[in-house]
């Protein structure tokens, strides 16, 4: 592990008199796999819309691959990717299509297009499926896709929102090979949050685990399993931050838009 | 990364013209909301159009009431059509496509003209409707090229005009049943205070007023003057235009500044 490539600096986001985000300060090295871990309404969503320079942050600033989240937002999206939570691949045109407006939208110099296009198509095994509309995809290919398009311009850090939310178990391993392949391949940063302690513990080089929108634990899995003595599983890690409140705070908006997706994923 | 940098104004056009493209792909994908969109239109025309045309209810000077209402159904239709185009991007909000290309460096105002374009694009078959409405009812159309290609420009300003508005109300209110709500409550007044399916000449003084200030107004006037054979404009065709634009520019601005709140 080498530079940082995101350097988060008492980034606080208020809405009203709510705090969905206090002073998280963290730093993530390039290359690394980083999961951020928290019950329902922790603040995860809050910290990846601000990092992606979807939402301004009330206060402190973050530097993603050197560039400020307030002050050179363009710069920030150039160097990144993101898949958000819900589906953001556009069902009524084909995988193809849907690569091609990406590669253009992020001013792939033209004569690369197409290899670069084939290429992840080859690399998330959709290559027979690209002339297809994806309204016709399963919840793992449209996963895959949306992983090939938000990474055609090859960005230093990529950010994904529960990318497995409403997978089956085959299709969630899929995807992750995929993803872990490509950090292999390009050295892709990859920052993501999950509610799966099983998919944080086998893929990530460190967690972060954040409750009531502050930071809580940071380490690698093994380092805070042993923070509460001895044979204790990240399980017992998460109940011991996050307490039992699984559920807490989420508004109902949230939560439609979430069994949405793992409806038309599944 | 390999990206190319350009100048931001070369970006923005043709970023602008990446997102019509696409929102075009779509349609190419699935042509059926063309068809169903023709019933409206086709029945002002024959319906409304024919029974006021008999009653001469109406004063229209030269021209007959048939040939009067016939452009002014074409900018209802533009109208019918873009107000509610922005119920596509709540959809896409809420489904996450919003957000991606929010986390994308795609300049917003290329995303919402573009959108407006295609919306533009889109509308032209009402215009093939209208026309076709209007050679069987015997209307007296100017085939000039020169007129031809004003009114294909004049539905394209007009539906990225409406569109882009209706895209500002879906950036505020933000849900889809209230955006229906807002949509229903605007369409009808912008129908009813405008030159549409009446010479402004018959309004009571605060309606014409208000009609004056409707951007729907010009639009009927440069679609008019350009469409029917024989037909001077009240405005003048610069006027019409300048407002098109205008109004058009403001709402794009606007709108740019509004699209990111759908990410949040």
Redesign the interface.
């Given at each position: 592990m080498g530079d940082v490539v995101l350097e988060i600096e008492n980034l606080t986001r208020r809405f009203g008199a709510f705090a969905a985000v206090e002073a998280l300060t963290l730093s993530v090295n390039a290359g690394e796999v980083f999961g951020l871990l928290g019950s329902n309404g922790a603040g995860k969503t809050t910290t990846i819309k601000m990092l992606t320079t979807l939402l301004p942050p009330t206060s402190g600033d973050a530097l993603v691959a050197g560039f400020s989240i307030i002050t050179q937002a363009i710069g920030v999206r150039r160097a990144i990717g993101y898949v958000p939570q819900g589906i953001s691949v556009d069902g009524s045109l084909t995988g193809y299509e849907n690569l091609l407006i990406f590669a253009k939208l992020y001013d792939l110099p033209h004569r690369e297009q197409q290899a670069r296009i084939a290429e992840a198509l080859d690399f998330m095994n959709l290559t027979a499926d690209a002339k297809r509309l994806v309204g016709e995809y399963s919840g793992g290919m449209v996963r895959r896709l949306e992983i090939a398009q938000s990474t055609l311009h090859r960005p230093k850090v990529l950010f994904l929102d529960e990318p497995t939310v409403g997978l089956d178990p085959i299709a969630r391993d899929a995807v992750w090979k995929h993803l872990i392949d490509m950090r292999a391949n390009y050295g892709t940063t990859l920052f993501f949050t999950t509610h799966y302690l099983e998919e944080a513990e086998s893929h990530c080089d460190r967690i972060a685990i954040m409750h009531l929108g502050k930071l809580d634990a940071l380490g690698t899995c093994k380092e805070l399993e042993a923070s509460l003595g001895p044979r204790h599983t990240l399980n017992d890690v998460f109940v011991h931050y996050a307490g039992s409140a699984l559920d807490f705070g989420n508004n109902f908006r949230a939560v439609s838009a979430e069994r949405a997706t793992a409806q038309r994923l599944g | 990364?390999?990206?190319?940098?350009?100048h931001p104004l070369t970006?923005f056009i043709?970023?602008t013209f990446?997102i019509t493209?696409?929102e075009l792909?779509?349609l190419r994908?699935?042509f059926t909301e063309l068809i169903t969109r023709a019933l409206q239109p086709a029945l002002w025309l024959l319906i409304f159009g024919q029974v006021f045309a008999r009653s001469g209810a109406m004063h229209t000077g030269s021209i007959p009431y048939l040939d009067f209402i016939a452009p002014g159904i074409l900018a209802q239709s533009v109208l019918f059509v873009a107000i509610f185009y922005g119920i596509n991007v709540i959809w896409e909000r809420?489904?996450?496509?919003v957000?991606?290309?929010?986390?994308?460096?795609?300049p917003r105002a290329a995303l919402v003209l573009g959108k407006g374009f295609s919306a533009g694009i889109r509308t032209l078959s009402q215009g093939v409707i209208v026309y076709s409405l209007s050679l069987l009812l015997g209307v007296k159309l100017n085939w000039s090229p020169l007129a031809l290609f004003n009114v294909l420009i004049i539905v394209i300003l007009a539906a990225t005009l409406f569109s882009t508005f209706s895209l500002v109300i879906a950036c505020i209110v933000k849900t889809r049943e209230r955006f229906m709500g807002v949509g229903q409550v605007l369409t009808m007044p912008l129908f009813f205070a405008s030159n549409a399916i009446y010479p402004t000449d018959i309004m009571p003084g605060w309606l014409k007023m208000i009609s004056h200030l409707n951007p729907l107004t010009y639009v009927v006037d440069a679609l008019r003057t350009c469409m029917l054979a024989g037909s001077t404009s009240p405005f003048g065709l610069s006027l019409d235009y300048a407002v098109i634009l205008v109004t058009t520019a403001v709402l794009v601005s606007v709108g740019a500044r509004l699209y990111?709140r759908l990410?949040?």
């Open positions: - | 990364m390999t990206a190319t940098f350009m970006g043709e970023k990446v493209e696409f792909r779509k994908h699935d809420d489904l996450g496509i957000q991606k290309f929010l986390a994308s460096p795609t990111p990410a949040t």
